[in-house]
């Protein structure tokens, strides 16, 4: 089975010597990022915006966010999700507005995983188009300093949710092969042991109670 791989550490907000709003400008504009357009009026003008931020909203002010991450002063959490490069060219993951849509489909599955409430909920992410593990840096946390925790079996929830909606086509195809065999399986059973019920009749001659017995196996 083709893989996830779901990392999230975390780090101290403004007030704890760390730089998160530079964090987020990094992930937003450093090499391989890709850039989507950040309204309707620069998309008409063919003008890409300047980083590859997205978020619950199609605009994402870098300035803003920068600015709120510096100020924030509990945790936030830095995942970095990404696929093998066979399996995310094969899956469509390969760009950023696929990755885009997934997460916000899953934004309050990643929120519940991380005890926030939905309303609670913040996150900016950015796409990396880059050598064999394409790979979202999303950056999370809760408006709510000290709400947010995320465990080992939280970790296993992003990932599984994630997982699920990524390889849903193949992992259907698997579950409707198995449930052939399965039938096609219990159909030989059957069949076999018709086959030897009546066998046995034949042998042992008139005795219902093995008769009955048998019959009811088969079955």
């Not at 504009?29 to 909203?57: C, I, K, N, Q, W």
């Not at 709120?68 to 093998?84: D, F």
């Not at 950056?139 to 079996?153: H, I």
Request: net charge negative; with cysteine.
């Amino acid at each position: 089975m083709a893989r996830l791989i779901v990392k999230s550490p975390y780090i101290k907000g403004g007030g704890g010597g760390s730089d998160p709003g530079g964090y987020l400008k990094y992930i937003g504009t450093r090499e391989g990022v890709e850039l989507l357009p950040s309204g309707y009026m620069e998309y008409m003008a063919e003008r890409p915006r300047s980083h590859g931020l997205f978020g619950d909203e199609d605009n994402v002010d870098m300035d803003a966010a920068m600015k709120e991450l510096n100020e924030y002063p509990g945790n936030i959490w830095t995942h970095v999700i990404s696929l093998k490069r066979e399996d995310a060219e094969r899956l469509g993951h390969d760009h950023a507005t696929q990755w885009r849509n997934l997460i916000r489909a899953h934004r309050n599955d990643i929120a519940s995983a991380m005890n926030i409430p939905p309303s609670d909920f913040r996150w900016y992410a950015a796409f990396h188009d880059e050598g064999d593990h394409p790979h979202i840096h999303m950056m999370a946390w809760s408006v709510k300093p000290e709400q947010a925790y995320l465990s080992k079996d939280g970790i296993r929830k992003i990932k599984s949710a994630l997982t699920n909606d990524i390889f849903k086509q193949e992992l259907l195809h698997t579950y409707e092969q198995k449930s052939s065999s399965r039938e096609e399986l219990v159909c030989r059973a059957r069949e076999e042991m018709k086959s030897l019920a009546q066998e046995m009749q034949t042998s042992l001659g008139s005795h219902p109670e093995a008769e009955s017995l048998m019959m009811t196996l088969a079955a």
